[in-house]
């Protein structure tokens, strides 16, 4: 009886006798069908090759017939985006060759997308104009992180991600230290997600700010208040946040010439409302980004894009589209 | 006054915020620091009143505790109050509302720079304005209630038995005691020592005895030893005891007879001794015999904080005989106050001694204290105009937190009691105020 971290660990001695036995990678610890033995499996190549990728070819031996094929040294960096928008159970993917976006909505209000660009991948392969799938976020999270999801020193844990296409179960393969971990994620139907239509043209007003100054506003957001007011105005109070709780009102101001101010283009004054229960997951993404644009177009719908810099230094972006709440009553 | 739950979580969080206030106290323009101190009460509220000094005064939902900070205006970088002749400006805000504004303290002492505090009579908004590191600035318009004021008689002078040490050695002397200890007695042993023991309520019988020939014996370690042997049958057996021992040497001042002990909730004490500890201030307890409230001074040139915490009663096994003795001691006290209606509370010293008072606005009555009580035997904490219904709404809240009778007792709605005692000992306290209401 051998366990996964058995498994790699003895597999040079073991390697001549693998046999193909059904490929029963969901759970980590052999099932029945393996008490009797090792957990045998047969590598295409040879008994004798080495054990590198041995799970991936097993099944289906030409990598081609894979519509999606990923590989990532450093997983922790595509987990953590996904982490940014998970606030909701399920994600939609779509992947091009550019990369993969990543989509949440809720309410059909709000909607968050994460953008892991081909970059970040080591290896990055679609096969398909586009490949769209819809998962579970928070299982997918799971497995992302199944060898602890706070970092070590020294060790990094790397990921080959492969999708056979519609039907199919996305295949993560995590290795670290030389353990190998095989999860199989069944996709569902992917759901048409919401068009925002926020187009950069009618943009109103942009602000970007360090994010540093808007963590803690988020962080302590009066959760009592239903709504969280945005004021942009070229003028006085230039950009405000605004609550209106149990305790009474508050009201938060960046002066425009305020040093975590990166770029302030007012046009015109604004003030929408937004749901403050629909805003307030944004801040996972909020605490992991160094600077947030803050936009709002003609019709007051916002968007919140988040500049993410990952372990490796390169740069990915989150963005969070919100409608508005109502017309502010005049008062 | 509001509904607030009185667990225990709760009471943590409050004064675990409290006692950081301090820092931030010296960054602000308007130290509200020392205020929230008032907040380990477990208060519902907190009443602020803007008159030559600050004063934030608080009451906790059993009315066992009470707190008042005055501030003086050299506290603040600047500090304006209602001119002579105009009302003064006070308001009763939601404590919970208060320390919202306040939140995270570690971020408040980097960020924050100043603090500004205002009322004005027009708005019906208490502003507290924050301002932060990069010309941000946080606007907080707090509402609050009807204006109370809150006051509870009470003179240090009258209590016979003095302690005064810096706030660090009693804080360390608490520091050993079981987190979860709900009540400490604090008594003088043989030699002037000073004794801080943890009280069981599981063993309050065995305990009470206990202290008793303790007390008898002087509290010395030749004497019979709590807890007593004599009833090893209940659950004493299973407590444990922590005492310390203090040398009067310690103290700046020790005023007090050997064998004299008090027992009050720790909770508070502790929250009081962090604030004293990190401000560096000197703690003044004055108190008197058991069930008589003990009074926590701490005092410096700016701040000036009064504790008034109930303390433990005896076990009185014949109330009834024991009232007349009681009556005459309290008695020339109680003269010092020269308030006339106070005879009709000497039969309970407790409320003799201490009153409150929560008037509304305008009742110019509110600050001339007891006198203006217009039936003292039944509702004299509270005039039958004022008797709206937010007090009434008040009481089913402090029931939760109303400790059993036998126990603590209210502060300030003792004396509202004092006409119905029966045989069977103090009711709770929040039954006559519905018959005061008609």
Redesign the interface.
Request: proline share 3%; aromatic share 6%; net charge negative.
């Given at each position: 009886m051998v366990t996964v971290a058995e498994l790699s660990g003895q597999s040079e001695k073991s390697g001549g006798s693998r046999s193909t036995s059904s490929p029963v990678f969901r759970e980590l610890r052999p099932g029945p069908a393996q008490r009797s033995g090792c957990w045998h499996l047969e590598h295409p190549s040879g008994p004798n090759a080495p054990w590198t990728m041995p799970l991936l070819t097993q099944q289906i031996p030409d990598e081609n017939d894979y519509s999606l094929v990923a590989s990532l040294d450093n997983v922790r960096n595509l987990s953590t985006i996904l982490k940014a928008i998970h606030f909701r159970e399920h994600a939609t993917c779509f992947a091009t060759k550019n990369g993969i976006k990543v989509t949440v909505e809720n309410a059909k209000c709000v909607q968050a997308n994460a953008f892991i660009q081909a970059g970040i991948f080591q290896e990055f392969r679609v096969q398909e104009e586009s490949v769209t799938f819809r998962i579970n976020l928070t299982i997918l999270l799971d497995c992302l992180s199944i060898f602890g999801s706070s970092p070590m020193p020294g060790t990094l844990t790397a990921l080959r991600m492969c999708y056979q296409g519609y039907g199919y179960p996305l295949m993560l393969f995590l290795e670290e230290g030389g353990v190998v971990t095989v999860c199989k994620i069944n996709t569902q139907e992917p759901e048409e997600t919401l068009d925002f239509d926020f187009c950069s043209t009618n943009v109103i007003n942009k602000i970007i700010l360090q994010s540093e100054?808007l963590r803690?506003a988020f962080?302590?957001l009066?959760m009592t208040s239903e709504v969280l007011q945005i004021t942009m105005s070229p003028d006085k109070p230039y950009f405000r946040l605004s609550t209106f709780g149990?305790?009474?009102?508050?009201?938060?101001?960046?002066?425009k010439?305020?040093?975590?101010m990166e770029s302030f283009q007012c046009n015109q004054t604004q003030v929408n409302r937004y749901k403050i229960s629909l805003l307030k997951p944004s801040t996972k993404a909020l605490v992991l980004s160094c600077k947030v644009s803050i936009r709002t177009d003609n019709r007051g719908f916002l968007s919140l894009q988040y500049m993410i810099r990952n372990e490796d230094g390169q740069i990915c972006f989150v963005e969070y589209y919100c409608c508005p709440d109502e017309e502010v009553p005049e008062s | 006054m509001e509904k607030i739950s009185s667990d225990w979580k709760e009471r943590e969080g409050f004064s675990r915020r409290w006692w950081k206030w301090r820092p931030l106290g010296q960054v602000c323009e308007q130290k509200p620091a020392t205020g929230l101190g008032l907040t380990l009460l477990v208060t519902a509220s907190l009443s602020l009143l803007f008159l030559a000094q600050l004063s934030l005064r608080t009451v906790n939902s059993s009315r066992s505790a009470y707190a008042c900070f005055l501030f003086a205006p050299l506290f603040f970088q600047q500090y304006q109050a209602a001119t002579p002749g105009q009302d003064p400006l006070r308001c009763k805000i939601?404590m919970?509302?208060f320390l919202?504004v306040f939140?995270?303290l570690a971020?408040l002492e980097k960020?924050v720079e100043k603090c500004c505090i205002s009322l004005n009579g027009r708005s019906s908004?208490?502003v507290v304005q924050l301002y932060c590191k990069?010309?941000?600035?946080?606007?907080?318009?707090?509402?609050f209630q009807d204006c109370e004021s809150l006051q509870a008689v009470f003179d240090p002078a009258v209590c016979p038995h003095v302690l005064c040490a810096p706030a660090r050695v009693l804080g360390e002397a608490v520091l050993p005691f079981p987190p979860a200890l709900a009540e400490v007695t604090l008594g003088i042993g043989r030699g002037q020592r000073v004794i801080l023991r943890s009280y069981q309520e599981e063993a309050g019988e065995g305990a009470r005895r206990g202290l008793g020939q303790g007390a008898e014996v002087g509290w010395d370690g030749a004497g019979p030893r709590f807890p007593p042997v004599a009833d090893p049958t209940d659950s004493a057996a299973k407590a444990m005891v922590t005492e310390m021992s203090i040398g009067g040497e310690d103290f700046q001042q020790v005023q007090a007879q050997e064998g004299v002990a008090i027992t009050f909730c720790l909770k508070e004490f502790r929250g009081l001794l962090s604030f004293a500890e990190t401000a560096n201030l000197s703690l003044s307890i004055y108190f008197d015999g058991p069930g008589r409230p003990a009074i926590f001074a701490i005092k410096d040139s700016l701040l000036d904080g009064h504790f008034v915490l109930a303390t433990l009663s005896e076990p009185d096994p014949h109330p009834q005989d024991l009232r007349a003795p009681e009556l005459q001691r309290p008695a020339p006290q109680l003269q010092a106050h020269s308030t006339p209606h106070l005879d009709d509370f000497a039969l309970d010293d407790i409320d003799s001694y201490m009153i409150a008072m929560e008037t509304t606005v305008g009742s110019e009555g509110s600050r001339t204290l007891p006198s203006t009580s217009p039936s003292p035997g039944l509702q004299p904490h509270c005039s039958p105009g004022s008797h709206s219904e937010e007090e009434d709404d008040t009481e089913p809240s402090t029931v939760p937190g109303t400790p059993p009778p036998k126990k603590f007792r209210s502060l300030f709605f003792g004396s509202v009691l004092a006409p119905a005692h029966s045989p069977q000992g103090p009711s709770p306290v929040l039954a006559e105020d519905s018959e005061g209401e008609g």
């Open positions: 100054g803690e962080s302590e009066d149990n305790a009474g009102s508050s009201h938060l101001d960046y002066p010439d305020s040093d975590l | 939601l919970k509302s919202s939140r995270s971020m960020t908004r208490l990069y010309g941000v600035r946080k606007t907080h318009n707090l509402s």
